[in-house]
């Protein structure tokens, strides 16, 4: 599975942004998809992820409430739909795909390529 985020860019804190991942693969369907990000300096860290069916959802208690995690399955896509950013959210975003539903990123098998976006007036 080959994965393409995209979305990401410069918003004022407040905004809204959505951020898409394109995967490759016919066997896309099957998998769980994950949102992680890092933040200058810092680790990477769990955002979101969604099961295969759309039916279990995860998310950190950091974006939970503003962030939304879906999937379109007939076109090979995932979205993170963010909203009341802040500047705490400023960080390169990674989509990734894996087998097993969990925060752990070590779970994930396969890493897009990250897209950036920047939280600030």
């Known amino acids: 599975v080959q994965l393409q985020a995209s979305g990401g860019g410069l918003v004022q804190p407040g905004g809204s942004l959505r951020l898409s991942c394109a995967a490759s693969?016919?066997?896309?369907?099957?998998?769980?998809m994950g949102w992680f990000r890092q933040a200058p300096g810092k680790e990477r860290e769990f955002v979101a992820t969604?099961?295969?069916?759309?039916?279990?959802?995860y998310y950190s208690d950091s974006v939970k409430g503003r962030f939304t995690i879906s999937r379109d399955n007939a076109n090979n896509t995932i979205y993170l739909q963010m909203s009341n950013l802040q500047p705490g959210d400023t960080a390169t975003y990674y989509c990734?795909?894996?087998?097993?539903?969990?925060?752990?990123?070590?779970?994930?098998?396969?890493w897009g390529q990250g897209t950036l976006v920047t939280i600030s007036s």
């Open positions: 693969g016919r066997t896309f369907s099957s998998y769980v």
């Open positions: 990734a795909a894996g087998v097993v539903i969990t925060r752990a990123d070590r779970h994930y098998n396969y």
């Open positions: 969604i099961s295969w069916n759309r039916q279990t959802k």
